[in-house]
């Protein structure tokens, strides 16, 4: 079974650039969550779909954040105008809603805002 | 306020020894998990064992077992036979069980950065 899959790895910007990133969730997973973990501390949740529907992104900068879900599989973050806070690696993770409570997580994109 | 919290922010043991990661936990949930992860220098999160709330058993994965002190709101995550390549992040998190729907979701402490020296 193919784990989730981000990318990219790593993205290097200028504060005021756009970047997304994209996640593909294990096949069959219908909660897909996009966390934020900046350096030296937990990741953080920015917001999380059930199928298309967003559930919770009260924690997701909306003026400058932005996430999608449009099939209810691959999701994509956007960051418009990137700041030097954004500083931090953001994970996807998936689960399926039925089974245990367990998250499988992808191996991160690592974000510098220059 | 924080609702997991790992007091130790980094950890180190000689190859070979025991070791024991606390997290101590907020909720007024009765039901939720506990769940303990490492993050590889990859960047891959990777699970290592889950406690219910519900449960008495004394869970164990492998070299990995908890202390689940209920009454405390604390968890512990005890390695054993500790080898190099312990050597990350661990991480503790909160999964909160809601009666009426409500949100699914892992609260993470800040982790443990563990170094195991051969």
């Known amino acids: 079974e193919a784990g989730v899959t981000q990318s990219p790895r790593y993205a290097v910007l200028q504060e005021g650039q756009a970047v997304s990133f994209w996640c593909d969730p294990i096949s069959g997973h219908d909660t897909l969550y996009w966390y934020q973990q900046p350096r030296d501390q937990g990741p953080q949740l920015l917001v999380y779909?059930?199928?298309?529907?967003?559930?919770?992104n009260s924690q997701l900068p909306s003026d400058r954040f932005s996430a999608v879900r449009p099939k209810g599989t691959n999701s994509t973050l956007k960051i418009q105008s990137a700041k030097q806070g954004d500083t931090a690696t953001y994970l996807c993770?998936?689960?399926?809603?039925?089974?245990?409570?367990?998250?499988?997580f992808g191996h991160g994109t690592k974000l510098s805002v220059l | 306020a924080e609702k997991v919290i790992q007091v130790w922010s980094t950890a180190s043991r000689q190859e070979g020894e025991e070791l024991t990661l606390d997290c101590s936990y907020e909720t007024s949930q009765v039901l939720y998990h506990l769940f303990w992860y490492k993050h590889l220098l990859s960047g891959e999160m990777v699970f290592l064992i889950r406690?219910?709330?519900?449960?008495?058993a004394k869970e164990r994965s492998g070299r990995y077992s908890v202390v689940f002190q209920k009454s405390l709101k604390s968890i512990s995550l005890i390695i054993s036979a500790l080898q190099p390549d312990d050597s990350g992040k661990y991480f503790c998190?909160?999964?909160?069980?809601?009666?009426?729907?409500?949100?699914?979701?892992?609260?993470f402490g800040q982790g443990t950065v563990l170094s195991v020296i051969p």
């Open positions: 998190a909160l999964w909160e069980l809601r009666a009426t729907g409500g949100n699914n979701k892992l609260t």
């Open positions: 779909f059930r199928d298309e529907a967003v559930i919770d």
């Open positions: 406690q219910t709330s519900s449960s008495t």
């Open positions: 993770a998936s689960r399926r809603t039925e089974s245990n409570e367990r998250l499988f």
